[in-house]
């Protein structure tokens, strides 16, 4: 049983293309998170939901736009994609244990835009 | 600042000892982890030290934490080809309503049969 899955795996698309990535947990974890990895590896939090409310946004284009229809689902939508976009994108859950913030994530969607 | 650094890469040979080192620059962390990242998966929790232990043992891995030099190190004995991966170290803030991490810059390590 996967624990968090990701739709698709891979994304290929043009540049000012709209496009959307799908994330669900199966875990009753209560927050969700997007993370961005860029080719050197470096991983950057982009938002974060607890219950269905928004709880962090970094600095990140308000091209980009998350939605969480439910607590087990975070979608993240990007319009007028870009060149600078290209990354893999890892979703991530997680539930608060004694302080503990083990996350659990996803197996990444990997965007190139040509 | 919120800038969590590693070295880049570490290359050992199959039985030897690795380390990993960490620094971090929020003094006021109270959780710190390593993540594990296998080559096309997402990261896996490999362990975490609370911020007033300065070590914790888990089999194969042992973590040290320096709170005055804001230095973390995950030593793995007995290094194994499956240990491959890209490490992260990461810092969080308990307490918050955030349930944010840090993440490090990571580290490559390679492992030689």
């Known amino acids: 049983d996967t624990a968090v899955s990701q739709t698709p795996k891979y994304l290929v698309t043009q540049m000012g293309n709209d496009k959307s990535i799908k994330c669900e947990q199966n875990l009753g974890h209560d927050t969700m998170y997007w993370y961005k990895q860029d080719s050197k590896k470096f991983l950057k939090i982009m938002f974060s939901?607890?219950?269905?409310?928004?709880?962090i946004n970094e600095t990140v284009p308000n091209r980009f736009s998350p939605k969480s229809p439910d607590k087990a689902h975070l979608n993240l939508h990007i319009n007028s994609l870009e060149l600078g976009d290209s990354a893999v994108y890892f979703c991530a859950s997680s539930r608060r244990l004694a302080g503990v913030n083990e996350q659990f994530f996803g197996p990444g969607t990997r965007l190139t835009v040509l | 600042g919120e800038d969590v650094e590693q070295s880049l890469f570490l290359s050992v040979r199959e039985g030897d000892s690795s380390v990993i080192n960490c620094t971090y620059t929020d003094s006021s962390s109270t959780y710190l982890y390593w993540y594990k990242q296998e080559p096309g998966a997402g990261l896996q929790l490999l362990t975490y030290i609370f911020s007033n232990m300065d070590m914790k043992q888990d089999q194969r891995l042992t973590v040290l934490l320096n709170k005055k030099d804001k230095h973390l190190s995950l030593r793995i004995a007995d290094t194994q080809t499956g240990d491959s991966a890209i490490y992260f170290c990461a810092e969080s803030k308990d307490g918050g309503a955030t349930n944010k991490l840090i993440f490090g810059t990571g580290t490559l390590l390679a492992v030689q049969p």
């Open positions: 939901y607890n219950n269905k409310e928004l709880i």
